[in-house]
T-cell receptor
Framework: AQSVTQLDSQVPVFEEAPVELRCNYS??????LFWYVQYPNQGLQLLLK??????LVKGINGFEAEFNKSQTSFHLRKPSVHISDTAEYFC???????????FGAGTTVTVRA | GAVVSQHPSRVICKSGTSVKIECRSL??????MFWYRQFPKKSLMLMAT?????????EQGVEKDKFLINHASLTLSTLTVTSAHPEDSSFYIC????????????????FGPGTRLTVL
């Protein structure tokens, strides 16, 4: 079984400041890793994913994440946030031999002017 | 491409009635769809895996007679909440896994916009 821990439940940040959302996972098998964003009353949109290859993954809207196998982490970063980045962010994993996603509890990012 | 729709987006019903939620993959085939439930300020909880042409696979603790799933075609899965009660009020989200023309599967799940169910 897999589990995902998002270390920060809420992250307030000022506009144009950098942000980092932390995600750690545990799994007995190799996994694929994902970050999703959810705007109020909407479904999930994929920001980026790590399947294999380079551990630094770039996604949409200026986000990037780095897979660290030794630390079992997949932290999400953005160097300069906008008001429109205010949303809920979910880290998710799934094993390589299954398609069921396991989600973290989510991190609420609130960007202030 | 890879758009998933859900209908309705919002539904309010009386306790004891049944509600059907549709999940459609608009521009791709999906032999597998997933149904999630999300409580306020909480993460997504996988309820069941919907397989085209066969019975759904339910996660532990999810009542299959309460949440009926039908995946009758490669583009449509339905979730019916039977005899709904106020505790069934939630945000229900589906996702679909893209299946290629040759039957190959892809890694990504595409999510629908969700359905807000309120049971009075």
């Amino acid at each position: 079984a897999q589990s995902v821990t998002q270390l920060d439940s809420q992250v307030p940040v000022f506009e144009e400041a950098p942000v980092e959302l932390r995600c750690n996972y545990s799994s007995s098998v190799s996994v694929y890793l994902f970050w999703y964003v959810q705007y109020p009353n909407q479904g999930l949109q994929l920001l980026l994913k790590y399947l294999s290859g380079s551990t630094l993954v770039k996604g949409i809207n200026g986000f990037e994440a780095e897979f660290n196998k030794s630390q079992t982490s997949f932290h999400l970063r953005k160097p300069s946030v906008h008001i429109s980045d205010t949303a809920e962010y979910f880290c998710a994993v799934r094993p390589g031999n299954d398609y069921k996603l396991s989600f973290g509890a989510g991190t609420t990012v609130t960007v202030r002017a | 491409g890879a758009v998933v729709s859900q209908h309705p987006s919002r539904v309010i019903c009386k306790s004891g009635t049944s509600v059907k939620i549709e999940c459609r993959s608009l521009d791709f085939q999906a032999t597998t769809m997933f149904w999630y439930r999300q409580f306020p300020k909480k993460s997504l909880m996988l309820m069941a895996t919907s397989n085209e042409g066969s019975k759904a696979t339910y996660e532990q603790g999810v009542e299959k007679d309460k949440f009926l799933i039908n995946h009758a075609s490669l583009t449509l899965s339905t979730l019916t909440v039977t005899s709904a009660h106020p505790e069934d009020s939630s945000f229900y989200i589906c996702s679909a896994r893209l299946t290629g023309l040759a039957g190959e599967s892809y890694n990504e799940q595409f999510f629908g916009p969700g359905t807000r169910l309120t049971v009075l």
